[in-house]
C-alpha cells in the first residue's frame, strides 16, 4: 500500500482517533498511535520499530517503543474500540477475523494441517 493510499484513507484515520483517543493519557501517544498505524498499514517490508519510526519520520524507534511498553493508554479498551470500527465498516454477522501477526510467508516444503 502507498503513501496516496494512505492519505486517502486520512478521513477515516480521524473518525478511528476520534474514536480511542479517549483510551490515552496524553496527545503526543494519540498522535504517535496514528502514526504506527499508518506505518502498518504502509507499503514499508518489515515492520519493526526502526522502519516504523522512519516511515513516521521520527529519527530513533525510542518514541515508538515507548509508547507501546511505558506510555499510558487502555490497551483493551482500544482493542475493543477498534473491533467495533471493523464490524460496523467491514464486517458480516456472522464473520470471523484472522490475523495473522508474522506478515512472513511460510518457507519450506512441509505442510502443517
Known sequence: MDEET???WGGELRVIQARIGKYFER???RDRAI????GLLSDVPRKN???????????????MQRLLS????????VRDE???????NLGEGDAS??????????????RQA
Open 82 to 88: 477498534l473491533g467495533r470500527y471493523m464490524v460496523e
Open 70 to 77: 511505558t506510555a499510558v493508554w487502555d490497551v483493551e479498551a
Open 27 to 29: 496527545q503526543e501517544a
Open 49 to 63: 520499530g526502526w522502519q516504523l519510526a522512519e516511515q513516521a519520520g521520527e529519527a530513533t524507534p525510542d518514541g
Open 35 to 38: 502514526r504506527y498505524m499508518k
Open 6 to 8: 494512505i492519505e486517502e
Open 97 to 110: 477475523l484472522v490475523v495473522d501477526e508474522t506478515g512472513f510467508p511460510k518457507q519450506g516444503k512441509t
